[in-house]
């Protein structure tokens, strides 16, 4: 059956025939080349591993689809068929790896429920115990009550008085120490030297305040002089160009001597000219804004240069610029990016404080957690001083320093739960999350463990809740060093439903983090157990927590 044509049909049954795959050279010797490929690139590979095969093969065949033009809508649909399968079995698989967790912390579930009814007559043995030795300590210290009130009894009885003895006075005479020469002599030498260094700070620190008045009326005479002279150069300077367009108009004029015009006549020409040109430059630079702080003299901007200069004077809270103009002194600071001269001003407490001081700081600062271009600390003192305490807590924690942070919440603040949920969607970090899920010295936890891994969930911060849930698996528990502190925590965690606990699970299966959800799906596990065994102790003995108060979960 031979081709006809480039339609590539056939006579019998009219149906399009695809061309031959392999038609000419080239497509042997991309056949040789594909094989080649293949070859090297599986010797690379681990033959043991399934998918580094898959990869390679899945190359080639991408290799021969864009080669074979003819052939590629078949081997297109073929490769999409054989992808499908493939993340079939894949999806298989990992349904079974969970369900296999699943079942087994479900097959365990019995034996959960039969320790803890153990441990809870263990429990009931040891309360006895105690109460025993309660009662026994009890007896022991009415005894010792009787005996001292009869010791003390005695002791009244005895009527001769004790003898008080004579103490020896080791205390020097007064005056004795004014006859020692040597004391008198070290004594002399430290005021000799005291004086001295008054003497030298009065004469260099110190000054009259006449002197002050006086080099105030110096630099006043000074500036109208520099005035004077700066209107003098401007007269000169322009009598200078006057005479210059005069004296090439006149050059100019008896190099051609135009007919019917004088040299007068064209000097007067070239001066209007030179005028109108002059105008014309001074309007345009008019249009330029007062405050325009573009220009520079010696690395400074004139608005720069008045705040630098405005802040020596304010040294008295009176004479402090009120909080609009420091307002704008702060904003010239951080536009230039002179921290060092607003923290100077900040530190010698040059400026009228406001919150929109304290947040325009605040916000300057673009670093990561921890702060280090000391915008923090600066906004920190502006908050301290106005006594807003929340946002000097924020700028504490971006600071890296969450200790202080809360040190401050406990002595100035008095934080509920969104307060502190707040605190970690403003400034979250892996050490916040640790001090907010551990338990404190009151034995309690400010957030738990469930809604805090969820507030960053809701902000899409992976890169900090899932470093934290493998750091809180791989740390011991202070209680139970056998069981990890990720694991008490969610035992703790009263607040997080079981679906929200699944969502969870789900979320770190999707990103890759298998190991880290079933050890979540663990904890859940021995949780939910924790509380069917609960409710089922509770419907079978429902006096036994009433009359011992004893809390199965603890």
Known sequence: MSDTGSG????????????????????????????????????????????????????????????????????TTIKKEYEDTIEAIKKAQREA????????????????????????DELEERVNIVKKDNERLHNQLIELKVKRMEREKQEKEITEPPK??????????????????????????????????????????????????????NLDNKVAHR????????????????????????????????????????????????????????????????????????????LLMFCDALMPSAGSENARPDARLSLECVECALYENRLDLLSHWVAQKRLTFSEEIGHLIKDHCKCKIPCRCSCQALAQNVFIKLKIYKEAIVCLLKQGRVKAGLDVVRQRCNFSREDYEELLRMSPSIQLLHTLVEVDNKGERHLPIGCAIMNLMEQNKFDLALPFIQEMQNKPSKDD???????????????????????????????GYNETAMGLLAAITVLQAMKNALRTSQEEFPTLGQSENIDVLS
């Open 8 to 75: 590539y049909s056939t006579p019998t049954s009219g149906f399009m025939r695809l061309p031959p795959i392999v038609t000419s050279e080239s497509d042997r010797q991309f056949l040789r080349v594909l094989n080649d490929y293949i070859e090297v690139e599986l010797r690379k590979v681990n033959p043991e591993d399934d998918e580094q095969r898959y990869i390679v093969y899945k190359t080639a065949f991408n290799k021969i689809i864009e080669h074979v033009t003819a052939y590629q809508p078949l081997l």
């Open 97 to 120: 790896t969970f369900l296999h967790g699943k079942l087994k912390a479900m097959a365990s579930e019995p034996s959960t429920i039969r320790n803890y009814r153990k441990r809870g």
């Open 227 to 302: 005035d004077m002279l700066l209107r003098q150069g401007q007269f000169y300077k322009a009598k200078r160009q006057r005479l210059k367009v005069a004296s090439e108009a006149a050059q100019a004029y008896n190099r051609e001597k135009p007919p019917h015009q004088t040299v007068g006549d064209t000097v007067m020409m070239s001066l209007q000219y030179a005028a109108m040109q002059a105008k014309k430059q001074r309007e345009a630079v008019t249009h330029v804004e007062d405050d325009d702080v573009q220009l520079r003299i010696n690395g400074r901007t004139p």
């Open 481 to 511: 060093p056998h069981t990890s502190a990720f694991h008490a925590a969610v035992l703790d965690d009263h607040g997080t439903s079981l679906h929200e606990w699944n969502e969870l699970v789900h979320i770190l299966q999707d990103q």
């Open 164 to 217: 008080r003895e004579l103490k020896k006075d080791h205390r020097l005479i007064p005056g004795e120490r004014f006859t020692d020469k040597e004391l008198l002599h070290t004594k002399l030498e430290e005021l000799d030297r005291q004086l001295k260094e008054l003497t030298i700070s009065f004469k260099t620190r110190y000054v009259p305040k006449t002197r002050k008045t006086e080099l105030k009326d």
